[in-house]
Nanobody, 115 residues
Framework: QVQLVESGGGLVQPGGSLRLSCAASGSIFSLRAMAWYRQAPGKQRELVAS???????KYVDSVKGRFTISRDNAKNTVHLQMNGLKPEDTAVYYCNINILGADYWGQGTQVTVSS
């Protein structure tokens, strides 16, 4: 059974920073790509950033240069460092892992960017 637990969300002013963390259970973590998605009210869930098992990152254009995804395979964790936050980054952020075609999700963590 795969479990993902996110943390680190909160309320921040525009231009501020937050660091999200996702702790994963199971020994398969180091062999799998991980990803962060987000879902804003009334919108579809979108892929924000992903990282391969070897640590190669990819980002959606809207966060390039502001967000950094990283992973610590020894601790089964993946992080999302978010700098220069904008109101349009407001959403629930979800950690994701895909194993043999099955998607696993955490419970989500709310990020609100507002003055």
């Amino acid at each position: 059974q795969v479990q993902l637990v996110e943390s680190g969300g909160g309320l921040v002013q525009p231009g501020g920073s937050l660091r999200l963390s996702c702790a994963a259970s199971g020994s398969i973590f180091s062999l799998r790509a991980m990803a962060w998605y987000r879902q804003a009210p009334g919108k579809q869930r979108e892929l924000v950033a992903s990282i391969t098992a070897s640590g190669s990152p990819k980002y959606v254009d809207s966060v390039k240069g502001r967000f950094t995804i990283s992973r610590d395979n020894a601790k089964n964790t993946v992080h999302l460092q978010m700098n220069g936050l904008k109101p349009e980054d407001t959403a629930v952020y979800y950690c994701n892992i895909n194993i043999l075609g099955a998607d696993y999700w955490g419970q989500g963590t709310q990020v609100t960017v507002s003055s």
